[in-house]
């Protein structure tokens, strides 16, 4: 990873007047589905999946300034316990009423109210960064400066999902490379994994950065899973994410006694003592960071600053954000111990997004240097929203 200097410590902020907190929904159709491990297509099977998904967002009025933020809890608990009627629910219910009975309009100072919620960090998250968009919107402030970004531009990477035919992988990943992206984080699953990647190295060649993320699908127990995952340690990739469960941290350390690839773990890296845990347990050798996962973008940057301090190497990971959420994890991306590319697929994900995304130049994207995160939704987009007033 190299010398890498810390980031500055966080500036305190002036709080907000907040006048009303909402929830907002607002249907989006996905043009380009990702199938991993656990959502299909399997080899040989058709799966239906829902091409619409529901956008929860977390918007902040305050007297000063509007802030905006995006839950990522996806519909169902599949990749994580949380899903998105769940994160309304709890937000509604349990973490706004916090906010209001706290110092509402101070991110930093309301942290320890949402802690006595346990768990949902998804939607604490978008809570704690709807009000932060705000005090920095009025503050004339960018999430990036304010994290400590060094302002150089990011590498963008992109997810390939599972592909029932070698030909469409080849086909996604050169779209992929076309638009603009410099790394492929490729989902696996047991089966043809190996055959597959090692089809994409020869397609893409040696210069190419390949990942192999394949969402806890692996079993040490299987002699097949374990024979397959020596095959893929050929393939040449910069890492090889979440193989086993999520809960098998013994499991991932001594695999990584036994594969040249590094081990990254995603799924259960949910806060900074599950991160430290497996680091020292030596079940990760790369991390993973979803500023939504670890519980909000003052988490992410505790987590990468101890990261920075272990020498542990980390990337920003994304989900299906849309361009409000894709900017406020760039802010994270661009800090200086994020040093490898992080997951900003240039291609639409949505037939209408809520928010611009960036165009790579030359592989790179720039950091929003507008005031907070640097998006919010086009008022257009949110004509069929359905927005929940939640008071104090």
């Not at 340690?233 to 040249?260: F, I, K, N, W």
């Amino acid at each position: 990873m190299g010398a890498v200097t810390a980031a500055p410590p966080l500036e305190p902020l002036v709080a907000v007047d907040v006048e009303a907190i909402e929830l907002v929904t607002v249907p989006l159709r996905i043009v380009r589905p990702l199938h991993t491990a656990g959502t299909g297509p399997a080899e040989g099977a058709t799966q239906a999946e829902s091409s619409v998904r529901e956008v929860l967002l977390v918007h902040v009025r305050a007297r000063e300034a509007e802030g905006w933020a995006e839950c990522v809890a996806e519909a169902s608990p599949t990749y994580a316990p949380e899903f998105t009627e769940g994160a309304h629910a709890v937000l509604r219910r349990h973490l706004i009423p916090r906010a209001w009975a706290g110092p509402t309009g101070d991110a930093l100072a309301l942290g320890s109210h949402l802690d006595t919620v346990r768990g949902h960090p998804m939607a604490r998250a978008a809570l704690e960064l709807a009000v932060l968009d705000a005090q920095l919107r009025a503050a004339d402030r960018s999430l990036a400066s304010w994290l400590g970004a060094t302002g150089a531009p990011v590498a963008a990477g992109a997810a390939l999902g599972l592909h029932g035919a070698v030909d469409d992988l080849l086909a996604d990943a050169e779209a992929a490379l076309q638009a603009g992206a410099v790394r492929l984080r490729v989902k696996v699953a047991p089966g043809r994994a190996a055959e597959r990647l090692l089809a994409l190295r020869a397609h893409v060649g040696h210069d190419a950065l390949l990942q192999a993320d394949a969402n806890g699908s692996f079993t040490l127990h299987d002699p097949a899973h374990l024979d397959e995952l020596r095959r893929l340690d050929r393939v040449g990739l910069t890492c090889l994410e979440q193989p086993l469960a999520s809960d098998d941290l013994l499991g991932h350390a001594r695999l990584a006694d036994v594969l040249s690839t590094p081990i990254c773990l995603d799924e259960p890296l949910t806060s900074l003592a599950a991160i430290e845990a497996a680091v020292h347990l030596g079940a990760c050798e790369v991390v993973c960071l979803k500023p939504a996962r670890v519980g909000g973008w003052i988490a992410a940057r505790q987590v990468h600053d101890r990261c920075v301090e272990l020498g542990v190497p980390m990337w920003v990971g994304g989900m299906l954000e849309t361009g409000v959420g894709r900017a406020a994890n760039l802010a994270v991306a661009g800090l200086p111990g994020a040093t490898w590319p992080a997951d900003l697929d240039p291609r639409p994900r949505y037939e209408a997004d809520l928010a611009p995304v960036p165009t790579p130049v030359d592989g790179l994207v720039g950091l929003p240097t507008g005031p907070g995160t640097g998006a919010a939704p086009d008022p257009a987009r949110l004509s069929d929203a359905d927005v929940v007033p939640v008071p104090a």
